[in-house]
């Protein structure tokens, strides 16, 4: 990683922070879902791409049985702005099952609400939001949050998984551009 890389890049949460908050969400998770059973798993719905980093850890916190399923969903054109449109891809039948949804970024609300929306035309058991980060101040659309790792200031986020133009994916830790 060059050292440009990293200094356009204001640290907001460092690597353990992130653990240490993610871990504890899976057990929050572990607690209220403990009467879902293997022939009646939990499903993970996680957003692409953002959201793909902060699965990979949480579903390791997470002590129920569990099965992981993938959504994409873009709502930026290129650069810090949303476009206003979301675009969803998936190809799943969630009709009776336990979702839990892994968002990486709670801004507008949009892509959530449109998101769950489509979910929910499919008749789930149960439907659920988590979100490694919330952006309150940016709120449009209402969106139930069940599980929230961080509340971040109306800036523009990068790192753990979540992208400016495609960049700054792998760094460890979370922070402003
Ligand atoms: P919303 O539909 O809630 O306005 O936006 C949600 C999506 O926009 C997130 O899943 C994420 O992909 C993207 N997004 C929102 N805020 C940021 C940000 O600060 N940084 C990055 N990289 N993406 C963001």
Redesign the pocket.
Known sequence: MSDLHCNSVSPLFSEETIKQRVREIGQQISEDYAGVTSDSPLSLIV?LK?AFMFAADLVRSITVPCCIDFIH????GSGKT?SGN?SIRHNLNVTGHHLLLV??????????QQISAELMAMQPASLNICTLLD?PE?RKYPVNVAYSGFTVPN????GYG???NERYRELPFIGVL
Not at 103 to 112: A, N, P
Not at 155 to 158: E, L
């Open positions: 957003t953002g969903a873009s709502s930026y949303s979301v968002e990486d970024i709670v801004d507008t609300g949009l892509t959530l952006k940016a800036a523009f986020i990068v979540i992208d400016f």
